[in-house]
């Protein structure tokens, strides 16, 4: 099966997913006595809340999303990048690292031109010319220490910055939290890169045996990210972090 | 408070850290108790405890094998723990993580890395009011109880030892420490080891612990509940954090670590007052306690904030959960759930035996006399009641070091601190650290 079957076949799942799920309220058992310490209790009528107003109207098929990236995560996706965080030695790990951040640059560079901030499109331009060049195919990141630093930049921000909210709270399939605005963005950016394919490199990289190149990329992504599912300590992580990750795009959307 | 979101790994660079110096002897930051909670040691203060490679191993235990673990908690099925084992013989040190904490976050980091450059097997355990131990490891669930606490605690460290770690490691000698709460524990562990004799613990130190838990979490809840009492205050307290650490997350160049650095960089432009420090800082705590209250209620069938017998799956909307239990402080927690659950099996219990059996002057008798347990603490610690420094001043003598400043914990990674750990056990980081 080629990588577009499947991709197509995540979508329809997501799809159906999406349309079949409804959000069921947790189920108190037949003639059990209500709760002593109700929602009455503890606020006054007219008072709000920030959780109760987030807006997340596919909230059953989220927590399943989420529940079902948790098992992949933990049984999969996590193990795999730490047994790369264990047996591949440092200095490889980040040459993959500058090297995945590197042919990702053409996305923050046409992101900001949208966005208008020319400083960051040329920052990012500068970083892709040095890094490309000096730093041996963008093994090597002599860029940032020439004062350019890496900031990334995609077209859910893009949106973002140009005023359209995030839309319904929206659980990917392994990428996580996102939003009905940012899987759009991802969507146009995976488009972008796709079409553009820069050097040949993602035709490349796809006719590669297992796509290797891309579940590098895919395990060097996870390795630097420093989250592990239901480990935050609270039974309502889910919620938690789907403030967190509304809160931490605005940050990204200011930037 | 655990929750960290590490954009990446270049840290900002420290220019002036030496801008907020006392005029005493001890370098840690001027910074007031709040403060210095908050933002924990900057690197350039810390001793140098980075380690090489990844030289740990999750293992888990299955501590009540009968239990049936609910579906919606599947992720805790077996109460996990972290080892960094040393190859040949080395003492052995058992970790014990404070209120609400798992076996890791930034305190645990420094206390692993510590211990382990200083050449000790380290056992990190997460503390009986966490999460995933209230639902795999505790006998009550509802924790809170000192002396029973400490027994699931006991309990699991001789199952860690028997079944896993007697086969893999070569021990000369066991040491146990904790902070906060785990500090409190720390010394309860100490005496059940006296009469148990399952390790023979030749020392044991307690930081930062509270006297009561019940005052300490008094004093947290009134941090949130004394600044905010509605939901629409609430909210506005939330959207001014965010929008001014927004603000500076925008102005930052690079990579940012959410870390102690960044945290500094903005306390030093924008001086927040210590009403919205402390409110910070409650509501880290509620969020601990939002937990308790949750997990406590299902597990007893206490019908509190959660219908007896209610099977939540795991799609369900808890949000009506979710705000109550928010809204419970920890002095709920204690008078609604805890004391009833002891007065289940007996019936005579009053809420002052346990406010008791939640402190450390149910053992201030052996804390009195023992050789083996020492304290570090700080004078402006914002969990203590007043006089209760003052106590274990009196309790510890010479064995007690009290720090001028630091908050609560917020000086543990500090160098002096970190070499004062050491030395207590006999040990010290290598040469250059």
């Known amino acids: ?133 000096l730093g041996l195919a963008g093994f090597f990141d002599p860029a940032t220490e020439m004062g350019m630093y890496y900031q990334r930049e995609d077209f859910g921000q893009t949106l973002g910055v140009w005023g359209v909210g995030p839309g319904p709270y929206f659980v990917l399939p392994i990428f996580g939290p996102s939003s009905l605005r940012d899987a759009t963005g991802l969507g146009v950016d995976y488009a972008v890169w796709y079409y553009l394919d820069l050097f040949g490199y993602r035709s490349w990289a796809s006719d590669q045996p297992l796509v290797w190149p891309n579940l590098l990329y895919a395990i060097d992504l996870r390795a630097n990210v420093d989250f592990r599912y239901y480990e935050m300590g609270s039974v309502y992580e889910y919620l938690w972090i789907r403030q967190l990750y509304l809160e931490y795009r605005q940050f990204e959307i200011q930037r | ?125 997460p503390s009986p009011t966490s999460f995933q131990f209230m639902v795999t490891a505790s006998s009550t669930g509802v924790p809170g109880v000192l002396d029973d606490d400490t027994r699931d605690l006991y309990r699991v460290m001789k199952m860690a030892w028997e079944k896993q770690l007697s086969k893999r490691l070569e021990v000369t000698d066991f040491y146990v420490t904790g902070y906060s709460l785990g500090g409190a524990q720390t010394g309860y562990v100490m005496m059940l080891d006296e009469q148990e004799k399952a390790f023979n613990f030749k020392k044991g130190l307690m930081i930062n612990p509270p006297v009561s838990l019940y005052n300490s979490a008094l004093l947290l809840d009134s941090y949130l509940r004394e600044n905010i009492t509605t939901g629409t205050e609430a909210m506005l307290f939330w959207d001014n954090l965010t929008r001014a650490m927004g603000e500076e997350y925008a102005n930052t160049r690079g990579a940012v670590n959410l870390g102690p650095d960044f945290l500094y960089q903005v306390y030093r432009k924008r001086r927040p007052d210590d009403e919205n420090l402390a409110t910070l800082i409650g509501l880290a705590f509620a969020i601990t306690a939002q937990n308790m209250v949750t997990m406590a209620d299902v597990l007893t069938q206490s019908g509190y904030i959660v219908p007896v017998g209610t099977t939540a799956k795991l799609t369900a909307d808890v949000t009506d959960y979710f705000i109550v239990s928010g809204r419970t402080p920890f002095r709920l927690y204690f008078k609604d759930l805890l004391v009833p659950y002891y007065q289940r099996s007996n019936p005579e219990i009053t809420d002052d035996d346990l406010i008791q059996r939640a402190s450390l002057y149910s053992i201030e008798e052996f804390l009195r006399t023992t050789d083996k347990v020492g304290l570090s603490h700080n004078v402006d610690d914002i969990i203590m009641k007043e006089g209760e420094i003052d106590w274990l001043v009196d309790v510890f003598g010479d064995r007690g070091k009290i720090w001028p400043r630091g908050g609560h914990c917020g000086n543990m990674a500090y160098r002096d601190n970190v070499e004062h750990m050491l030395a207590f056990f006999g040990a010290s980081l290598p040469e250059g650290r």
């Not at chain 1, 807006?55 to 529940?67: Q, S």
């Not at chain 1, 042919?103 to 920052?123: F, H, P, S």
């Not at chain 2, 924990?40 to 140098?48: C, G, I, R």
Request: hydrophobic share 45%.
């Open chain 1, 1 to 133: 099966m080629n990588i577009n079957a499947i991709r197509l076949l995540v979508t329809a799942f997501v799809a159906s997913s999406v349309i079949l799920s409804g959000c069921a309220a947790s189920r108190p058992q037949e003639g059990a006595d209500p709760a002593r310490r109700q929602l009455g209790d503890v606020m006054a009528p007219e008072d709000t809340t920030l959780f109760a107003s987030t807006y997340d109207p596919w909230e059953g098929y989220n927590r399943w999303m989420y529940n079902f990236n948790a098992r992949f995560d933990r049984y999969l996706f996590a193990p795999a990048a730490e047994g790369y965080k264990r047996f591949l030695p440092k200095f490889m790990r980040s040459g993959v690292h500058n090297f995945m951040r590197n042919i990702r640059e053409v996305l923050n560079v046409y992101n900001a031109l949208l966005q208008a901030r020319l400083r960051t499109a040329g920052r990012s331009t500068g970083r892709f010319a040095v890094n490309s060049t």
């Open chain 2, 1 to 125: 408070m655990k929750f960290r979101f590490s954009v990446a790994i270049a840290a900002v660079v420290m220019t002036s850290s030496s801008a907020l110096a006392a005029d005493d002897d001890y370098g840690f930051p001027d910074l007031d108790g709040f403060a210095a909670t908050v933002i924990a040691t900057p690197k350039a203060l810390q001793p140098d405890l980075s380690i090489k490679g990844r030289p740990f191993r999750l293992r888990s235990l299955e501590v009540f094998p009968d239990r049936e673990i609910p579906k919606y908690v599947w992720y805790h099925d077996k109460l996990r723990y972290l080892v960094f084992p040393q190859k040949g013989p080395a003492p052995l040190i058992f970790l014990i993580a404070g209120t609400g904490s798992s076996y890791h976050g930034p305190h645990m980091t420094t206390l692993y890395a510590a211990f382990y450059l200083a050449g000790f097997h380290v056992v990190g355990l």
